[in-house]
């Protein structure tokens, strides 16, 4: 491991980006974390610098494209392989964002609000030549979600359950079989640890 930054962290994955021999062909990265890692942020803060790079960005969130609540919630609302197998509209996503990008050239900022469960009735965007698709979530590896990069921020167990508010105690079933099954830090193309925020390590490949 590598103690670095979080602006190396995040100029690590943008140079991932650059010096692509097709810079005209659209790119998806997936930022996936615990909600204690806060992906959104890293996901944000990859947006300025590859617009400088040159990278229209199309930034979206997983959040904005869960199952109708009458499917995710079937099983209760605090079923843990649910969380886990039921909320993501990975057919949805793929369709809408991270293949149809590639395909038709447009995507969906978003499907559904997940606090009133409606449809945002959002419009399709028309992608500009190299759009790169920021997408952020957790428990997202391993769903067949079409991404080109896949960054985890990874946490220790006794960490990750520090972080969960006791109402949120449910959802540490669902981490803990999503590290089991999916094994995200195998998975992912960049692995950061952010146990201590301040101070993430960038898990070098040996």
Do not use: K
């Amino acid at each position: 491991m590598q103690a670095v930054t979080f602006e190396r962290v995040v100029a690590h994955v943008v140079e991932r980006f650059l010096g692509d021999d097709d810079d005209a062909r659209p790119a998806r990265v997936l930022v996936d974390g615990h909600p204690s890692t806060r992906p959104e942020a890293l996901a944000d803060a990859l947006v300025e610098p590859l617009r400088a790079a040159g990278r229209p960005v199309a930034r979206v969130r997983v959040r904005d494209f869960l199952r109708p609540a009458s499917l995710r919630l079937e099983r209760g609302r605090r079923d843990p392989d649910a969380l886990l197998e039921e909320w993501i509209d990975v057919g949805g996503l793929n369709r809408e964002v991270l293949t149809g990008i590639v395909r038709r050239g447009r995507w969906l900022p978003s499907l559904r609000d997940p606090a009133t469960d409606r449809a945002t009735r959002a419009a399709y965007v028309d992608a500009a030549p190299g759009t790169v698709v920021v997408l952020d979530g957790s428990l997202a590896l391993g769903r067949g979600l079409d991404v080109d990069l896949a960054v985890h921020l990874a946490l220790q167990p006794a960490t990750e359950t520090r972080n969960t508010p006791l109402d949120e105690a449910w959802t540490l079933a669902a981490y803990g079989r999503y590290r089991r099954e999916a094994q995200p830090e195998r998975r992912a193309d960049v692995v950061a640890r952010v146990d201590h925020p301040d101070r993430p390590a960038l898990v070098l490949p040996d």
